[in-house]
């Protein structure tokens, strides 16, 4: 499973219609009075919580998105017609940022927010007939509509958060504890974005299992978005790799500085040794594991089934 939880997209409101200059032209009459209509309303872009949406991936191709502009104004006093508002949909769980600053939240199922409001109609020179001014030849032409670009993202429903240093075995025990089928080699930041796995608890919806791939080997952040995804996590699995000569407690205690910004207070941290056919697991952990041999791995499932029920 793969999945797109960034993406930056342009939206354009409806630019407003033109005000409209005409006079009355009747046979009988040949000096009718003003009867230009105004222009409509341009239309604002409007962002739909849609539960058919998984992810961002769609974005990735539409990048403009642009409602319709208001009608211009006529003669015989017509007025234009409002432009559409259009409907974006975004999964629920979308946030929406303008210049690194959060604007909206679409937290649930039918939610919605406009990120653009269209221009406002022009007025026709009827508007402008007075006693004094008999043949106006006044008109405002329609406003522009706003325009600007969006970054979304998305927070997934994540239950289980892997972490740990590069190349300590995120991807291998996600793929063993979920049956998932992630990339995994033999060094460091194999894995840019978080990959995905469902745990199948027999009942229901699967929960889905993220490895989160957001540090660099000095435990400093390297994906903060990916970090990101730790925010709904109840349980967060904390790699550490076996094999690893440097100090297992140091390495917990950088990475545990690392994810720290990210990490939900109430989360349930399990240190997980990794690579346990190759060393014994260091003193102190909660599950030795070998993603190699199956060691350990329908203990984890199990527990994290309990835990996460
Ligand atoms: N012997 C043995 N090797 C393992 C085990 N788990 C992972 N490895 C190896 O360790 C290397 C790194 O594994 P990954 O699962 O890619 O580690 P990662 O933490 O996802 O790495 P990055 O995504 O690059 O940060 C690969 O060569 C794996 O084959 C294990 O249980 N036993
Ligand atoms: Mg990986």
Same mark, same amino acid.
């Given at each position: 499973?793969?999945?797109?939880?960034?993406?930056?997209?342009?939206?354009?409101?409806?630019?407003?219609?033109?005000?409209?200059?005409?006079?009355?032209?009747?046979?009988?009459?040949?000096?009718?009075? &003003?009867?230009?209509?105004?222009?409509?309303?341009?239309?604002?872009?409007?962002?739909?919580?849609?539960?058919?949406? +998984?992810?961002?991936?769609?974005?990735?191709?539409?990048?403009?998105?642009?409602?319709?502009?208001?009608?211009?104004?006529?003669?015989?006093?017509?007025?234009?017609?409002?432009?559409?508002? *259009?409907?974006?949909?975004?999964?629920?769980?979308?946030?929406?940022?303008?210049?690194?600053?959060?604007?909206?939240?679409?937290?649930?199922?039918?939610?919605?927010?406009?990120?653009?409001?269209?221009?406002?109609?022009?007025?026709?020179?009827?508007?402008?007939?007075?006693?004094?001014?008999?043949?106006?030849? +006044?008109? @405002?032409?329609?406003?522009?509509?706003?325009?600007?670009?969006?970054? *979304?993202?998305?927070?997934?429903?994540?239950?289980?958060?892997?972490?740990?240093?590069?190349?300590?075995?995120?991807?291998?025990?996600?793929?063993?504890?979920?049956?998932?089928?992630?990339? @995994?080699? &033999?060094? &460091?930041?194999?894995?840019?974005?978080?990959?995905?796995?469902?745990?199948?608890?027999?009942?229901?919806?699967?929960?889905?299992?993220?490895?989160?791939?957001?540090?660099?080997?000095?435990?400093?952040?390297?994906?903060?978005?990916?970090?990101?995804?730790?925010?709904?996590?109840?349980?967060? *699995?904390?790699?550490?790799?076996?094999?690893?000569?440097?100090?297992?407690?140091?390495?917990?205690? *950088?990475?545990?500085?690392?994810?720290?910004?990210?990490?939900?207070?109430?989360?349930?941290? @399990?240190?997980?040794?990794?690579?346990?056919?190759?060393?014994?697991?260091?003193?102190?952990?909660?599950?030795?594991?070998?993603?190699?041999?199956?060691?350990?791995? &329908?203990?984890?499932?199990?527990?994290? +089934?309990?835990?996460?029920?």
């Amino acid at each position: 499973m793969s999945f797109t939880d960034r993406a930056q997209i342009h939206v354009q409101a409806g630019r407003g219609g033109n005000g409209c200059l005409s006079f009355r032209r009747e046979a009988h009459s040949p000096k009718g009075g &003003p009867d230009g209509g105004n222009g409509g309303r341009g239309g604002d872009v409007v962002l739909v919580a849609d539960e058919q949406m +998984i992810d961002l991936t769609q974005f990735r191709h539409a990048v403009h998105h642009k409602a319709t502009v208001g009608g211009d104004g006529e003669g015989r006093n017509k007025h234009g017609r409002n432009g559409g508002d *259009l409907e974006v949909s975004v999964p629920p769980g979308t946030r929406v940022f303008r210049d690194d600053e959060e604007i909206a939240v679409l937290g649930a199922v039918g939610d919605r927010v406009s990120v653009a409001r269209g221009g406002g109609g022009g007025v026709g020179n009827r508007a402008f007939r007075s006693s004094t001014q008999r043949a106006p030849r +006044i008109t @405002v032409p329609g406003e522009d509509g706003e325009g600007t670009w969006l970054v *979304l993202e998305m927070r997934l429903p994540v239950d289980v958060a892997i972490v740990g240093m590069p190349n300590s075995g995120k991807t291998s025990l996600l793929n063993a504890v979920t049956g998932a089928s992630a990339t @995994v080699a &033999p060094y &460091p930041h194999t894995t840019k974005e978080p990959a995905l796995g469902p745990l199948d608890d027999g009942f229901g919806e699967p929960h889905l299992v993220a490895d989160l791939p957001g540090l660099a080997a000095d435990g400093s952040e390297r994906n903060g978005a990916a970090l990101g995804q730790l925010e709904r996590a109840k349980v967060i *699995l904390h790699c550490v790799d076996a094999s690893d000569p440097w100090d297992a407690d140091e390495r917990i205690a *950088l990475v545990r500085a690392g994810i720290a910004p990210y990490a939900p207070e109430r989360a349930r941290e @399990v240190i997980v040794a990794t690579k346990c056919d190759l060393e014994d697991p260091p003193d102190g952990v909660d599950f030795a594991t070998s993603a190699e041999t199956g060691e350990g791995i &329908p203990e984890l499932r199990e527990a994290l +089934i309990e835990w996460i029920a």
